[in-house]
C-alpha cells in the first residue's frame, strides 16, 4: 500500500489525551487520521489477554505520533482507552497500530 493510498483509507479524524497527576486527561495530539476502526478478532484478543466485556477495536494510523498505552483516542464524542500502541512498518513506511477499548455500557 503506497502512502497515497493509506492516506485514502485513512478517513477518521481523531485525537489523544493523555492524562497526568495535575489534571487527569488533557489534549495531546490533535488532527490525527487513522482507518475506521475495526473489531479485534478472537486472537488477536487471547495474545494481549484482552480479557473484557467491553467491544475492542484496532486502527491504523500514518507515520509515528506519540501515542503509549493508557492514552485516550478521542473520535468525534466517544472516548477509547488505548491498550496497545505498536510501530506498524508496511512497505517501509512508518504506521501505528492502536488496538483501543470502547468503555461506554
Known sequence: MTDSSF???ATVSAST???????GFTLNLSGLKCFPLAPVDAETRKRMDLNTPHMVF????????????GDL?????????IKSAAPWP???????HLVIEDLRN
Open 17 to 23: 489525551k493523555r492524562g497526568n497527576m495535575t489534571s
Open 73 to 81: 483516542l478521542v473520535i468525534g464524542s466517544v472516548e477509547y482507552a
Open 7 to 9: 492516506t485514502f483509507m
Open 58 to 69: 484496532e486502527t491504523f494510523l500514518q507515520d509515528g505520533p506519540d501515542i503509549k498505552k
Open 90 to 96: 508496511f512497505f517501509g513506511e512508518p504506521r501505528l
